[in-house]
């Protein structure tokens, strides 16, 4: 990685100079200027990106005392050890809008599980993109036209075909699952996908995707869509994390359920415990979308520098 060094703003008040230097002493002082304003203000790194070329900073950041904010899922769901060594920092380290955007997933699990009261099931709805797809295709439109819409509200990953392989919601679950303590990787968790690997990355770019492979998959979804209906059910991209195993994958649903009544990009997610045994704990709400993720990236910030104003 190159690090790029900016002088002129100590002491000169001429903010309109930079120069850009590659040599390790440059990056050492690049280092030793991020750790002193991280152990001294609580400087935040927000990774907004979709990548996992981060998680080797952001070890770095967190190693430094520095404050990590995450809307990115990749880094916490690579190896168990990097999800260890990072969420290890736990007053350091806020990731809430990896799971349900701006809804408050992560702190209620955690919260829970830090009054000693074990999670025994998490079940819901958790893609915001499928949400919405699934809905839309109730009312008959196709996938193909419901898709690229979604994109446009903000709703999907920079691919689209992350939400629609089922690994973004895989992702979450293994947020999910590692937090409530169980050491698994993605190879864990059974995962559906709506398409066939001949429309995969490796096989075309995301825009020939979302210009002729996605119309190949109208024909097949809109019969289990039919199919569902007849029997008085709709189609949920359903999230299953229980203490012998992690599913997520298509359901049919009865249309007057929890799962059955969301519309629209929604998130529902029912929390089990010994005290929210046979009344879970739900949350629900808009699940995706820039505004909601931003707020939650947002309000994760704050209570991270919360933190730091007390500790002065
Ligand atoms: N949209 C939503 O509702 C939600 C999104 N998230 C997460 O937020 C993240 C961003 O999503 P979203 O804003 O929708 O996607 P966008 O495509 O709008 O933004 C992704 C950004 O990341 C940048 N980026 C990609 N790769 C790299 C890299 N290697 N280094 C630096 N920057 C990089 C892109 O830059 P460039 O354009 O130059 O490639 C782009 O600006 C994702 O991880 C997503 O899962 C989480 C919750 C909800
Ligand atoms: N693409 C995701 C965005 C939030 O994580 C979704 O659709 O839920």
New binding site residues.
């Given amino acids: 990685m190159q690090w790029n060094l900016m002088y002129d703003w100590i002491g000169c008040g001429n903010l309109g100079h930079c120069q850009v230097f590659n040599k390790p002493e440059a990056m050492g002082k690049v280092i030793d200027a991020a750790t002193m304003l991280g152990r001294t203000t609580g400087l935040v790194i927000v990774d907004c990106s979709a990548t996992y070329d981060t998680v080797g900073v952001l070890k770095d950041a967190v190693n430094h005392g520095c404050c990590v904010v995450l809307a990115n899922k990749k880094p916490l769901t690579c190896a168990y050890e990097d999800f260890k060594k990072l969420t290890s920092h736990f007053r350091q380290i806020r990731f809430e809008s990896t799971v349900g ?1 701006g809804l408050p997933v992560i702190a209620s699990v955690t919260r829970i599980i830090a009054s000693g009261d074990p999670v025994s099931r998490i079940v819901g709805s958790l ?3 499928l949400g919405y797809v699934m809905s839309e295709l109730e009312d008959g439109k196709k996938i193909s036209e419901v898709v690229k819409t979604a994109k446009a509200l903000g ?3 920079p691919d689209p075909r992350d ?1 629609l392989s089922g690994m ?1 919601v895989a992702r979450k679950a293994l947020i999910l699952a590692r937090l409530l303590g169980q050491q698994i990787s993605m190879e864990n968790i059974n995962v559906e996908s709506l398409y066939p690997s001949e429309l995969g990355p490796e096989v075309m770019s995301t825009t020939d995707f979302l210009e002729s492979g996605l119309a190949k998959l109208d024909e097949t979804i809109e019969e289990r869509v039919k199919a569902a209906s007849l029997r008085g059910n709709v189609l949920r991209y359903v999230c299953v994390i229980g203490s012998t195993g992690c599913q997520v994958g298509l359901q049919e649903v009865p249309k007057d359920s929890a799962l059955g009544r969301l519309r629209g990009s929604d998130n529902v997610v029912e929390i089990y415990s010994r005290c929210y045994e046979s009344s879970p704990l739900v949350i629900q709400g808009a ?2 979308g820039n505004d909601t993720t931003a707020a939650g990236v947002l309000a994760d910030i704050i209570d991270l520098q919360d933190l730091f104003q007390t500790r002065a």
């Fill in positions: 955007a893609s915001g993109t709703y999907t990953e939400d973004d699940g995706a």
